[in-house]
């Protein structure tokens, strides 16, 4: 399996509804972040959590994003970000910056 996504990359995590269990958090969906690593690849937790297998397995990636970027009222540093790992299927591409 190849991954999507190279350390680097700016990614956006998909701001879409999902009713099943999943493993990404409100607070990150529509935002953009950097992929820090390329995890393992595992089985989707939305198919997981009910017993099936989870299958294909998907990459994970570890994603930085800024914490100013997530909260709108953050007054720490500049440079405090947070890490989280999600699924290939929640991230799309952004466009290089120019």
């Known amino acids: 399996?190849?991954?999507?996504f190279r350390v680097g990359d700016?990614?956006?995590v998909d701001?879409?509804?999902?009713?099943?269990?999943?493993?990404?958090p409100a607070y990150v969906k529509g935002k953009v972040g950097e992929?820090?690593?390329?995890?393992?690849?595992?089985g989707r937790p939305e198919i997981l959590a009910y017993r099936n297998d989870g299958g294909p397995?998907?990459?994970?990636y570890r994603v930085r994003?800024?914490?100013?970027?997530?909260?709108?009222?953050?007054?720490?540093?500049a440079h405090d970000t947070l890490e989280i790992e999600i699924f290939?299927?929640?991230?799309?591409?952004?466009e290089a910056r120019n």
């Open 65 to 77: 994003l800024r914490q100013c970027d997530l909260w709108p009222d953050y007054n720490g540093p």
């Open 15 to 24: 701001d879409r509804y999902e009713p099943r269990h999943h493993r990404t």
């Open 35 to 42: 992929v820090e690593r390329v995890c393992l690849a595992h």
């Open 88 to 94: 290939e299927h929640w991230l799309r591409p952004v």
């Open 10 to 12: 700016r990614v956006r």
């Open 1 to 4: 399996m190849t991954p999507a």
């Open 57 to 60: 397995p998907r990459t994970v």
